[in-house]
């Protein structure tokens, strides 16, 4: 069954001068964030960016995928902590995704949780949308 | 121009299909946004979801790539509304796949014909980071109409 999520956004005027606001988004979850271009490219002043939206889908999409693949394995995890940082090269585009994660899985060694962070890397949704990006990195760590 | 970083931070507790998790990003924009299996591919149930974030970002990505084009054609917009719509789509080995993102473009602007614009909007999503990452796996559509009286 195909899922379709909406997002709309409105922008005034040019580029460089101008600015922007996501409107709404499907799940009404969030809206009426505010974007602009100096916020993107240099200094967020606390405005969130295509870039940071994608850390997010990133990170969510991972984090689900890698509890997915722990619980095959049979060590269902009590809890991810993932981070995803973009960098974003303007002028060339998103040029690396670090993502990072640290887990409590209990009965699970860190080279088991690396594999298993290094298979949800490849095969979450995101990342294969996303598979254009020169460099997508994963760390793992177990805590106790 | 120097690197750009932006962070996001994601919990999750317990398995795929009974957990759940949170999401927000560094700048403070958005914080503990919930997320489910559930509500990602059934109904929403007023959460977001890793495509829904991903629709945010097209959808802003490409709304400063179309007014950077207009502008450079010498017709800065007055406002353009950009609307993304990304489809996840379960494929024949069962695992789920972004298929498609669908931008559709209204544009308020002067000194541009609607197939003017819609040349200029092919130009930029060719120009928008995301479209050219997206385009490489799944497809990704640009419709734009002029908005109003020109």
């Not at chain 1, 967020?44 to 689900?64: D, Q, R, Y």
């Amino acid at each position: 069954m195909a899922t379709d999520r909406k997002a709309e956004v409105t922008w005034h005027s040019d580029l460089m001068s101008g600015s922007g606001r996501i409107d709404s988004v499907t799940s009404g979850a969030f809206g009426g964030l505010d974007v602009s271009w100096a916020a993107r490219s240099e200094e967020p002043n606390g405005l969130t960016s295509p870039e940071e939206l994608i850390a997010a889908a990133h990170a969510s999409c991972f984090s689900m995928a890698l509890s997915g693949g722990l619980a095959k394995e049979g060590h269902a995890p009590e809890e991810l902590k993932t981070s995803a940082t973009v960098t974003f090269q303007p002028g060339e585009g998103i040029t690396k995704i670090a993502l990072e994660v640290a887990g409590r899985v209990p009965g699970m060694d860190e080279a088991a949780f690396k594999q298993a962070a290094e298979q949800a890397k490849e095969n979450c949704p995101v990342s294969k949308a996303l598979a254009g990006v020169p460099e997508i990195s994963v760390a793992s760590r177990l805590q106790g | 121009m120097p690197r750009v970083q932006r962070e996001a931070q994601v919990t999750w507790e317990g398995n795929v299909a009974r957990g759940s998790g949170s999401i927000s990003g560094a700048t403070g924009a958005f914080t503990n946004l919930p997320y489910s299996l559930a509500t990602r591919i059934e109904k929403p149930d007023g959460k977001t979801s890793p495509e829904e974030l991903l629709a945010a970002a097209h959808a802003a990505c490409y709304a400063m790539s179309l007014a950077g084009e207009l502008a450079a054609k010498g017709s800065a917009p007055d406002h353009v509304d950009v609307r993304a719509v990304v489809t996840l789509d379960q494929v024949e080995d069962g695992s789920h796949r972004i298929v498609a993102s669908e931008l559709l473009a209204r544009a308020r602007v002067t000194g541009i014909d609607q197939a003017a614009l819609q040349e200029v909007a092919e130009i930029a999503s060719n120009g928008c980071t995301l479209s050219k990452l997206i385009e490489a796996s799944a497809k990704v559509t640009v419709n734009a109409q002029l908005e109003g009286g020109s």
